[in-house]
């Protein structure tokens, strides 16, 4: 997808200048205009319907970009935002970027043209820079929800992820396990590389101390996790603990491991991030670290409520998690 420094670039003009011509503001030059269009055109360059959006007056409405609607976690983040829309007397539009980041671009760009007020946006694929131009170019507020970004990129509330799994781990080393196993998907987004450098930072931590770390591939979900483990098991034996990068994750490969007459926690500890609401009632019942989806979500609309009144947006903002100590861990 062209961005605007393509344009820019084959316009021979500055990023302020083709702005300019979006949204219809400053002195432009009738040719240099005519240029800029004629290359938004030749690139398919989408921003044509945003300016007219941002050209009238926003509607009552907020929008949300999320990649997944599956699941406890966004299950709690969809309805406290939308129970915080309804107290603001604002509708919540929906937006699915699938999950990829041209889809993400093409959600929130459908949501500005619906003239939403503020976009919160969840985004796994975008880039920080890719963020930072959005916000530049549509000229509403974004409010980025699991992210750290830099206050170009709009408000930004997210959880410590490298902190959970850290905590996690921890649990784990002060039980008496040495030998830890992560699994979790690969480092291609900015949930799963935080997840994953937060158990490199603790194995590195305690190598001094005979702590050492494996690793089993797993993309999120449920039976993810269980297949990565049967294929884990395969090759070699796990550690004496998991570390799951996510619940669902965890609770697949419990079943793999019940399925092999591995014990959960008598042969193997497993401990994992998120606090899943399924989580404390499988079997046994899962020793998490909590994230407070609907605590970040609900933040997150009232500083879209400040946004809107005001224009002023407070600094980012990091949410520590909390260990949930159950009964899929033991001592050694």
Do not use: W
Request: glycine share 8%; with cysteine.
């Amino acid at each position: 997808m062209a961005t605007i420094n393509d344009v820019c670039r084959i316009a021979g003009v500055s990023k302020a200048t083709v702005s300019r011509v979006i949204n219809g503001t400053g002195q432009v030059r009738q040719s240099t205009q005519d240029k800029v269009k004629a290359v938004m055109k030749e690139l398919n360059y989408r921003p044509s319907s945003v300016a007219q959006a941002l050209a009238s007056q926003s509607s009552n409405s907020i929008g949300l970009v999320i990649s997944d609607f599956t699941g406890g976690y966004f299950g709690s983040l969809l309805k406290q935002a939308s129970v915080s829309a309804e107290q603001m007397g604002k509708q919540l539009l929906f937006a699915d970027g699938h999950n990829n980041a041209e889809d993400e671009l093409k959600a929130v760009y459908s949501l500005v043209e619906k003239k939403c007020s503020l976009i919160i946006l969840y985004s796994r694929k975008l880039s920080c820079e890719q963020v930072i131009e959005l916000s530049q170019l549509i000229s509403i507020p974004i409010i980025n929800v699991g992210r750290s970004l830099p206050a170009e990129a709009g408000f930004s509330i997210t959880f410590d992820q490298g902190n959970a799994v850290e905590l996690a781990a921890q649990h784990l080393i002060e039980l008496g396990h040495q030998h830890l196993t992560y699994i979790g998907p690969k480092a291609t987004t900015p949930t799963s590389r935080l997840r994953r450098q937060g158990f490199d930072d603790l194995i590195a931590a305690n190598q001094m101390k005979g702590v050492i770390g494996d690793y089993c591939e797993s993309d999120f979900g449920f039976e993810e996790g269980y297949q990565a483990t049967k294929q884990f098991l395969r090759q070699q034996p796990f550690g004496s603990a998991i570390v799951a990068a996510a619940d669902d994750i965890a609770i697949g490969c419990i079943k793999a491991l019940n399925e092999q007459g591995i014990r959960v926690p008598q042969e193997v500890s497993v401990v994992s991030i998120d606090n899943d609401p399924c989580s404390a009632f499988v079997s046994p019942p899962l020793t998490t670290v909590n994230i407070p989806i609907k605590a970040i979500t609900k933040r997150a609309m009232d500083v879209a409520k400040h946004l809107i009144e005001t224009g002023i947006a407070p600094k980012p903002e990091v949410v520590q998690g909390e260990l949930l100590i159950r009964q899929s861990t033991q001592r050694i």
